[in-house]
């Protein structure tokens, strides 16, 4: 079996995370691209094959995904296989508690939608009116060969 190599890979991330670089797979379907991806907070890291359904964001009425940019001003190569987030990724304040958070998902939507990747994060314990945030380089999507 075939792996895909180095040179690809960071071709079909900087199609996917930098459209406004390379433009040629950033749309399937022909249809317009949002232009943002929404990231979730999870309490439980997920795993290859969650779905955005099955995400165990937090319950609490201040929560909600947050929108994030697609594009080199957003994203960036960190090796030959990998991109990371540009930019620290600021979460509204929580009004109420948001129990450990210990993973994250890339969405296509700000509910709902498609998992794009995802991954864990050092687990942290979000309380009321924190500073709620992932810093740049905190997300790092790879494309394992």
Known sequence: MGVVSDFASRKMLQSLFMPDVHTYLA????????????????????????????????????????????????????????????????????AEDWGIISGWALCTSASGGDVIAHGPLNPVKIVKGAIVNIHAGGIVISVVS
Do not use: C, M
């Not at 955005?52 to 929560?63: F, H």
């Not at 929108?67 to 990998?82: A, E």
């Open 27 to 94: 749309s399937y379907d022909g249809s317009a691209w949002s232009g943002s991806v929404w990231i979730a907070l999870t309490k439980t890291p997920p795993i290859i094959g969650t779905a955005s359904g099955s995400l165990t964001e937090p319950v609490a009425a201040s929560y909600t995904r947050k929108s994030y940019g697609v594009g080199s001003d957003y994203w960036q190569i960190v090796n030959h296989s990998s991109v990371s987030n540009k930019n620290t990724i600021y979460f509204s304040a929580p």
